[in-house]
């Protein structure tokens, strides 16, 4: 039953993957998946022909294949898998399709909005390597809030300043003061991640509303970018959600 009502990232919220990963645990540890469990044969066919074969077992428990689009034919095609052996075979398809969009809208209940400013609050007409640019996400929240994240991927041209060096610390915590406070809340979020290309705020409890998220970055290399929309979303109730639209960020050499 668990297997069957597995989405393509989970059991919908992490509260929720997380119980039923206990659960599969559980099964598991009271079913026959012991050390001396026999290894499982499996043979995996597409539209007749064998595309892989291979052995499940302690050693290898699980495996990830890939079939490309040009090994699929148009319209329907036939995915078999069949098994060989007395252990349990479980298995998990999922589709995905990368289609060329170069302008994605804003979507979902919730409102979002991004803007690339200076750091003196003008919108930028232009960026050039080395500048600092300073990000502002609007999110308009139709109804009362829990645990809510907002989350911004930046362009390629685009380096979030990191807060922990000591080489940057003091021009990001200059503007943070410069935001809105909202009551018991400094900032409007309990917490800030800066990591990869990506920054996160998280918030335990966001009242209906409108609240304002700055971060500041860099200009880094030149170029023309696309930037994916910004997303907010209830970690446990998937039914709050909402996206800003996509946008085209050009830096110019120095």
């Known amino acids: 039953y668990l297997m069957g009502q597995r989405q393509q990232n989970g059991w919908g919220s992490t ?16 079913s026959s998946f012991s050390e001396s469990a026999a290894a499982t044969q499996y043979t995996v066919l597409l539209n007749g022909e064998t ?14 294949l890939e079939i490309p689009a040009a090994q699929m034919r148009a319209g329907s095609n036939d995915l078999r898998i ?11 398809v999922n589709g995905r399709v990368y289609l060329e969009q170069s302008d994605i809208p804003a979507a979902g209940a919730v409102q979002v909005t991004r803007e690339y400013l200076s750091m003196d609050n003008e919108p930028l007409q ?3 390597a080395g500048q600092l640019v300073k990000v502002r996400l609007t999110v308009t929240m139709p109804q009362d809030a829990a645990y809510v994240i907002v989350e911004d991927s930046l362009p390629g041209g685009l380096e979030a300043l990191n807060e922990n060096l000591n080489t940057t610390s003091h021009i990001a915590a200059l503007y943070e003061w410069q935001q ?7 900032y409007g979020y309990n917490y800030k991640e800066i990591r990869g290309g990506q920054v996160s705020f998280f918030i335990t409890e966001f009242n209906a509303g409108r609240r304002v998220f700055t971060y500041v ?7 023309r970018f696309a930037a994916l929309p910004a997303e907010v979303y209830a970690m446990y109730d998937l039914t709050v959600w909402g996206r800003s639209a996509s946008s085209q960020l050009v830096v110019s050499g120095e």
């Open 217 to 223: 970055a860099r200009a880094t290399h030149d170029g």
């Open 51 to 64: 595309i892989a074969s291979g052995s499940l077992g302690r050693g290898e428990p699980a495996v990830s």
């Open 126 to 128: 232009s960026i050039s």
């Open 15 to 30: 509260n929720e993957t997380s119980f039923a990963i206990l659960g599969l645990t559980d099964h598991l540890l009271a």
């Open 180 to 186: 809105p406070r909202y009551y018991w809340q400094e």
């Open 82 to 92: 069949t098994q060989d052996g007395s252990g349990q075979l479980y298995y998990v």
